[in-house]
């Protein structure tokens, strides 16, 4: 049905780009699943914003019917996502946990406190959360995809994005003096313009950090809800059942 689907694309956006829209995975779900579930009349591709040479956010609206009545079609399409809460324990110490300080230019905020983070980029959720504690909190944090455990996965803004993202905790015990390493450092990829400083502060520290973002915010309680309250919360964890 997909096949079947008229797809215009602006003329500001040159074939080769275009060609390249087409084959992203990320929009190549997006359409299957709208034309699975919709009438679609007519996809229109407004404009394609590449991250290199790999297709990024794809600005998109579909005229599209469900159950006959017409229904909004405005669609930013950027792929899904991957956050993890680290909890970071040593002797005589409580929890921790680690965020990032990075600029967001849609928010307008040039310090944005929040989980780290990274898009897909056609991975796997479980890689892609590997790789992204790599660049963006170091190598001499050893986290191994066992100790990696799936809080959730949802919708971040589905009245305007396709993205959903995976969150999930890892619990780990670290020397002291790798959480001073920690804290404080810059990260993060030069060549995506990535400029982000690292903040190790108390678990139950999270909720008075400020205006954050939902993975951020969700995470924390859906990790309470796991391991009982913030008063709870110690470096001996209770084993989930």
Known sequence: MSDAVQIHFSSLIPPERQAAVLEAPHFVRWRDGLCARFDVRRIDVHDVVMFGTRVGFIFAVADALHDGRPV?????????????????TCPGETPRTVLTQEA???????????LPAGMLDGGEFVSTALRELSEE???????????????????LSPGGTDEAIALYYAELEVRAEV?????????????????????VLPLHDLPTIGRTDAKTVLS?????????TAGEITGDFPVDT
Do not use: C, F, Q
């Open 72 to 88: 909004p079609g405005a669609a930013m399409l950027r792929g899904d996502s991957v956050s993890v809460l680290l909890v970071l």
């Open 104 to 114: 967001r230019v849609p928010i307008a905020r040039p310090d944005l406190l929040a």
């Open 137 to 155: 909190v170091g190598v001499d944090l050893k986290v191994r995809k066992t100790d990696l455990v799936l809080l959730d996965t949802v919708w």
């Open 179 to 199: 959480l001073r390493a920690m804290d404080g450092r810059h990260t993060g990829l030069a060549n995506e313009h990535e400029n982000i400083r690292l903040h």
């Open 220 to 228: 924390y309680h859906l990790y309470l809800a796991r391991k009982g």
